[in-house]
């Protein structure tokens, strides 16, 4: 069992700044890799962003926020972080952070989800 929890959204303007937490806890032997998803209304879940969570630290982006975005990660705290910068309102999303045993940009190769935080970027 793992229990994740995230933090950090809130409202920005277009151009501005968020960063994203997510804090694991309970039985994290498993735990590969670290992702970031978001969900629209009426969209489907979508890949952001993931990190191996041992080794080297390889990382994912999607192309829609390549250069954009950046996920980090701190072991001592077992924390994630996403740093979101030039934001523009086609990110306003739910994000949810989650672990699984797989470095992959699909969302089923996780097997624990955090409650999601809301993000909402105005024009």
């Known amino acids: 069992q793992v229990q994740l929890v995230e933090s950090g959204g809130g409202l920005v303007q277009a151009g501005g700044s968020l960063r994203l937490s997510c804090t694991a806890s309970?039985?994290?032997?498993?735990?590969?890799?670290m992702g970031w998803f978001r969900q629209a209304p009426g969209k489907e879940r979508d890949f952001v962003a993931a990190?191996?969570?041992?080794?080297?630290?390889?990382?994912l982006y999607a192309d829609s926020v390549k250069g954009r975005f950046t996920i980090s990660r701190d072991r001592a705290k077992n924390t994630v972080y996403l740093q979101m910068n030039s934001l523009k309102p086609e990110d306003t999303a739910v994000y949810y952070c989650?672990?699984?045993?797989?470095?992959?940009?699909?969302?089923?190769?996780?097997?624990?989800w955090g409650q999601g935080t809301q993000v909402t970027v105005s024009s």
């Open positions: 989650a672990t699984g045993g797989l470095l992959t940009a699909r969302n089923t190769g996780y097997d624990y």
């Open positions: 309970g039985r994290t032997f498993s735990s590969y890799a």
């Open positions: 990190i191996r969570w041992t080794g080297l630290g390889t990382t």
